[in-house]
């Protein structure tokens, strides 16, 4: 858990030094535009658009890939589900699976779902592992005019997160330790997994309550302003991030219009 929430910091990349909130709204600019879109081509263009900036990040594609592998699980979720469940069976038939045909319609279909699923979370797994959490709350409540009760608090969440890989392994080993275990019995290991899974939000939500109390306490909700340790500088720089983002997000999005317009012509 550790390896995929510690940020990869790198004082060299030149995009990675940009100020926190230049770097999320350029991924937010970047990547939005592409849920509006259902043909492969413009999610294909962005996800190659991201992979091409990626060392100007300061991140190795190798490093990407391990911090990116839930994306390849919901992949093959989306493949599964569209080979089971897709409307559009239209276009020749590739492969009959008795009463599942996998057609070119339900092939297109799952690969423009699959790559927008790439395209959109990729930006977002970039920015936070080239961003360390303290910068990006400071950054969002000097340049964003965030809540400092929000931006504290989640900071103090991302901290938490491998806190939860660690509570995990603890109950279960609490309960092996007593004689709780399931074995090979698939609906035991169900159960167990649902009462673990439980007592873990059990105490997430408690450590959640203390967190605001002590939050409340130190008049992260008294309105009264606040002093900063480190000052987030928003510059040039950062204004041609978010104006760079917008230009290639729109291009992308025309090349694909462009393509749909002109596809009848040429077929």
Known sequence: MTTLTEPVITGDAPLARRNPVAKLGAALLFSLPLVATLDPLTPALGLAVELALLPLFGVRYRTLARRAWPLALAAAGIGVTMVLFAADRTGALLLDLGPFDITTGVVVTALGLILRVFAVALPGIIVFATTDPTDLADALVQNAKAPARFAIGALAA??????????????????RARGIDAGRNPVARLRLFGSTAFALLVGALRRGGRLAVAMDARGFDSGAPRTYARTQIFGGADWALLVGAGVLSAAALTTSVLAGLFRPIIG
Do not use: S, Y
Request: glycine share 6%; no cysteine.
């Open 158 to 175: 991302f901290r938490l997160v491998p806190l939860l890989g660690q509570e995990w392994q603890m109950l279960t080993l609490a309960r």
